[in-house]
C-alpha cells in the first residue's frame, strides 16, 4: 500500500465550479500537509500549507485535513481558467529531515 | 516566492553521454533536494543534501550522483545517460529553520535518445 493515495483522474469542471480535489494516506505519523500546484512545463508550487486537523482558507482555496480519518482535501472555489493545473498532495513528519510524501497529482481543467 | 534555478530547460543527449543538471539557489537554503517525477507518476526523492559536504540517496535507485561545495549549488551528474533515464528532474530547496514545505525549481526535461 503507498503511502499517500491520490487518485490522478483527469477533472473537468465549468468555470467557476467548486474543484474537489483530496488524498488519502496510511501513516498516522504524518503531521503536515501541503498542496502544491504545477503548471505544464513548471515546477511545483506551493499552495496551501496546514498542520493541524481543522480548514484553513486562502482566498478562493481550502485545505481541510482530517487526521481521524487520515484524509485531506482541497476545494477551489469560483474556479477559473487559470486554475488548470495539476494539484499534489504532500505531507510529511514521520521520518524527520523534511522529506516528503507526494501523492500521483490531480489534473485539473477548468473550462471557459 | 522562492529563487531556485534550473538549467538546462530542456536536454536531448544521446546515450552514454555524461551530463550534469544545474541547481542553484539565491535564498541560503541548507537542504537540497533532487526529485525525478515522470507523467502521473509521484514525485520520488533520487538525492538530497543538508548542507556543505553533506549527500544522501534517496528513495529511487539511480545512477545518478551529487556534490556539494557550495551552499547554494547543488548538481546532479549522470556519468552515462541511457534511455531509462528519460523523465523530468525537478531540484527543492528548504531553509533551516522551515518546517518541512519545500520551494522548487523549474526544472529540467531530459531525453536520452
Known amino acids: 500500500q503507498k503511502e499517500v493515495e491520490q487518485d490522478p483522474g483527469p477533472l473537468s469542471v465549468p468555470e467557476g465550479a467548486i474543484v474537489s480535489l483530496n488524498c488519502t494516506y496510511s501513516n498516522s505519523a504524518f503531521q503536515y500537509f501541503m498542496w502544491y500546484r504545477q503548471y505544464s512545463r513548471k515546477g511545483p508550487e506551493l499552495l496551501m500549507y496546514?498542520?493541524?486537523?481543522g480548514n484553513k482558507e486562502d482566498g478562493r482555496f481550502t485545505a481541510q485535513v482530517d487526521k481521524s480519518s487520515k484524509y485531506i482535501s482541497l476545494f477551489i472555489r469560483d474556479s477559473q481558467p487559470s486554475d488548470s493545473a495539476t494539484y499534489l498532495c504532500a505531507m510529511s513528519g514521520p521520518y524527520g529531515n523534511n522529506r516528503l510524501a507526494f501523492g500521483k497529482g490531480n489534473q485539473v481543467v477548468v473550462i471557459p | 516566492e522562492a529563487d531556485i534555478y534550473q538549467t538546462p530547460r530542456y536536454l536531448v543527449i544521446g546515450t552514454g553521454k555524461k551530463i550534469t543538471l544545474e541547481c542553484s539557489q539565491t535564498?541560503?537554503?541548507?537542504?537540497m533536494y533532487w526529485y525525478q517525477q515522470d507523467p502521473g507518476m509521484e514525485l520520488h526523492l533520487i538525492h538530497y543534501s543538508y548542507g556543505v559536504n553533506s549527500t544522501e540517496k534517496g528513495d529511487l535507485s539511480s545512477e545518478s550522483t551529487v556534490s556539494r561545495i557550495r551552499t547554494e549549488h547543488f548538481p546532479l551528474t549522470l556519468e552515462s545517460a541511457r534511455p531509462s533515464h528519460t523523465s523530468q528532474y525537478l531540484c527543492a530547496s528548504t531553509p533551516r529553520t522551515d518546517t518541512d514545505t519545500q520551494y522548487f525549481g523549474p526544472g529540467t526535461r531530459l531525453t536520452v535518445l
Open positions: 535564498m541560503g537554503h541548507d537542504k
Open positions: 496546514t498542520y493541524s486537523s
